[in-house]
């Protein structure tokens, strides 16, 4: 399985590192042919997130592999939304992939691709107002950690990614793995949103 995490410019640190973290420790615990394959994905090779924190990506939105578990970071993302050909590309992975999952303001990238539509879903806190007024036929929930919605998961602000990344993983793999995960991170975790 591949899992690719989409990031960009001024995204935010933990929205993609946390997530990568969780899946990064699963793969210590499962056999080998069980490992996923794990990526950053973005539009340019080098991204300058949050607090002029630079990444290498993996690849870029036209070079990578197979993508069966996408998950789209939050931060700064008007300037992504304005990206035609980054939202012509979420519109098209999401299509192929086994799953899509939003952390944080990635809600509002999988809207705009219409990755979710009349969806329940949510997002950090303080952008909730705007994802209604934005995209109104989503059922937006408040005071959750994350909404899973099958096919399509998405969470609340920076550290409830690394929450529901956990429950990503005692989704496709267990919940023994998912706690033993969190565990080794030393994160305070329940299964519950």
Partial sequence: MNIAIYIYDEA????????YEVF????RFLEES????LFLVSQNK?????????????YTIDNHPKIDVLVVAGGVHTGELKKDEVISWISKIAKNAKLVA??????FLLAKAEVIKEHKVTTHWEDIPDLKKDFPLLKVVEDVRWVDEGDIVT????????????????KH?????A?????QMQFDWTKNS
């Fill in 24 to 27: 990064s420790v699963a793969n």
């Fill in 46 to 58: 080098e991204v300058k997130a949050r607090g002029d924190y630079k990444v290498l990506s993996h």
């Fill in 173 to 177: 793999y267990s919940l023994e793995l």
């Fill in 102 to 107: 939003s952390v944080c303001t990635g809600a």
């Fill in 179 to 183: 706690q033993k995960v969190a565990k």
């Fill in 155 to 170: 969470s609340a602000g920076i550290s409830a990614g690394i929450d529901m990344s956990l429950h990503l993983i005692s």
């Fill in 34 to 37: 069980k490992k996923h394959k």
């Fill in 12 to 19: 935010e640190v933990l929205d993609f590192s946390g997530p």
